[in-house]
């Protein structure tokens, strides 16, 4: 924030603006103050929306009245553990001890109050020092300074912003729709509705290679433009391949590694937590800048085999199924596939002409996804933009 206060904005501390009140949590040993009809709303219950109109747990009239409350519009900010996750509340509330409600004053909107403590979340942040548990108290979070331009200007911002926010959620609803699309269609063509002509086939009949990089023993630093990397395992963690997700390690491991993601290919995660393990990706060009490390395996199919069709596959919920059916435990909440049991794994292949057509299909569907993403996406950044240029007041909205 600069130390400049636009012209007409007062700047003002945070608890001379709004109430802040911190929650609790009730006896979770007396059932007479639970499972009634008032939220309770916990950190987890706090998502990318600006509302908060869903929550897990609720407390009864008796277990309500023995904690603080904050009524509907009241903006909620997370100060204990993962500071910094804020809503507003659709209706009267109660939240827990990790949670600091601040209820606007007559002089300040909510929607506004909401879109400032979020972009200053990096600022307040700091205030919480480096504890094991970071924590910002009632009393600092009070003193944070805040700027504030008069109310009907607020209000303005405020629907600026919201207008953003609606259209982000729409965008993402799009990507949702449009990636359920996918997987029911890819659940649909590639094992409910095979022809007579599909063939039972284990993975190594289908596979030309299936090998593991480096065993990576230092963190190395980011690599830059043009260096070579070692990939993440969280490269593939998404479901699709990214290869900004890399580091450079030492030169002598690098040249004992000689698995480089290539062209037509499959990158597969064989140790991870059990959500993970067996995440994979297609790769669609040839990465000469980058390795794999052991926990990474690189597939490629016979010429018989699309590749695509395989990548598709594998995000199947059956192949999902095998997999964590393989899947073996190692040291803490680490699973590992091996290569011979991940090689047995069976599935019905078909013709390569049908192979083909299930790719066009889902291909086109994939784009449509991926547009829907990007879309998403630009919409966010240009909330950030907004955000950085309406709320220090360097951009003006017009009455």
């Not at 007409?8 to 639970?34: E, H, I, M």
């Not at 993402?172 to 007579?196: F, M, Y």
């Not at 040249?255 to 140790?271: F, H, K, L």
Request: proline fraction near 5%; glycine fraction near 6%.
């Amino acid at each position: 924030m600069s130390s400049e206060v636009p012209k007409g904005w007062a700047a003002q501390q945070l608890g001379q603006v709004v109430r802040v009140v911190t929650g609790k949590t009730p006896s979770t040993k007396d059932d007479r103050f639970w499972n009634g009809k008032v939220p309770f709303v916990t950190p987890s219950d706090i998502g990318d929306s600006p509302w908060c109109d869903t929550v897990e747990r609720h407390l009864s009239t008796l277990g309500a009245s023995t904690v603080s409350t904050a009524p509907a519009g009241a903006v909620l900010f997370t100060c204990i553990a993962s500071i910094g996750k804020s809503c507003i509340l659709s209706e009267r509330s109660a939240f827990n001890q990790q949670i600091n409600a601040c209820i606007p004053g007559p002089s300040t909107d909510s929607y506004f109050l909401y879109s400032q403590l979020q972009a200053m979340g990096d600022e307040i942040r700091q205030l919480a020092g480096t504890t094991a548990v970071p924590i910002i108290n009632k009393s600092t979070f009070s003193t944070i300074p805040i700027w504030l331009p008069p109310l009907d200007e607020q209000r303005r911002i405020a629907e600026v912003l919201r207008s953003v926010d609606e259209a982000i959620a729409a965008a993402e609803n799009a990507v949702v729709q449009a990636n359920t699309a996918l997987h029911l269609n890819a659940e649909k063509l590639l094992v409910h509705d095979l022809t007579e002509t599909a063939n039972e086939r284990r993975l190594v009949d289908l596979i030309a290679s299936l090998d593991a990089g480096v065993s990576v023993n230092s963190e190395g630093r980011p690599a830059a433009d043009g260096e070579i990397g070692i990939l993440k395992t969280s490269c593939v963690s998404g479901g699709y391949f990214d290869p900004d997700e890399n580091k450079v390690v030492l030169p002598d491991e690098v040249a004992r590694t000689r698995v480089q993601p290539t062209a037509n290919s499959i990158i597969i995660s064989r140790m991870n937590t059990l959500d993970l393990v067996g995440a994979n990706a297609f790769v669609a060009e040839d990465c000469p800048d980058l390795y794999l490390p052991d926990r990474l395996w690189l597939l490629k199919t016979k010429p018989n085999i699309m590749c695509r069709w395989l990548a598709f596959y594998m995000k199947t919920v059956r192949f999902r199924a095998q997999i964590v059916d393989i899947a073996s435990g190692t040291s803490g909440s680490m699973k590992n596939i091996s290569k011979a049991r991940l090689s047995d794994i069976a599935m019905h292949v078909p013709e390569y002409t049908e192979q083909e057509r299930a790719v066009d299909i889902l291909t086109a569907m994939e784009s449509a996804m991926l547009s829907a993403q990007a879309v998403a996406r630009s919409y966010r950044e240009m909330r950030q933009s907004l955000m950085s240029d309406l709320l220090s007041g360097r951009v003006r909205v017009p009455a």
